[in-house]
């Protein structure tokens, strides 16, 4: 069975920098992309950031680009999100995903649980 397990989460002054880990399990991980996905109280869930894992090709939303910075290691079937100059705006749910694009269309059973991450003004 998928799973996958966020970690990494907190509270944090804007301005600062947190990384959270998604430790993933039970697919051959080189084969697939993991997202990160958000999902602020009353908002819609999200894309944040994807990486495939088998050529290291990355995406950014543009409202986390020149901040964030997405990477994996193949060998511990983890993917990282550097979290750098946070601000407010940041404070969601975060969740990886294997697969990116549309979260709508990523199957229930390949997403994580969450962690929180709050941005203090």
């Known amino acids: 069975d998928v799973q996958l397990v966020e970690s990494g989460g907190g509270l944090v002054q804007a301005g600062g920098s947190l990384r959270l880990s998604c430790a993933a399990s039970?697919?051959?991980?080189?084969?697939?992309?993991i997202g990160w996905f958000r999902q602020a109280p009353g908002k819609e869930r999200e894309g944040v950031s994807c990486i495939a894992n088998r050529d290291k090709s990355t995406r950014y939303a543009d409202s986390v680009k020149g901040r964030f910075t997405i990477s994996s290691d193949n060998a511990k079937t983890t993917v990282y999100l550097q979290m750098n100059s946070l601000k407010p705006e940041d404070t969601a749910v975060y969740y990886c995903a294997v697969g990116c694009g549309s979260s709508s269309l990523i199957p229930h059973d390949y997403w994580g649980q969450g962690t929180q991450v709050t941005v203090s003004s």
């Open positions: 039970g697919f051959t991980f080189d084969d697939y992309a």
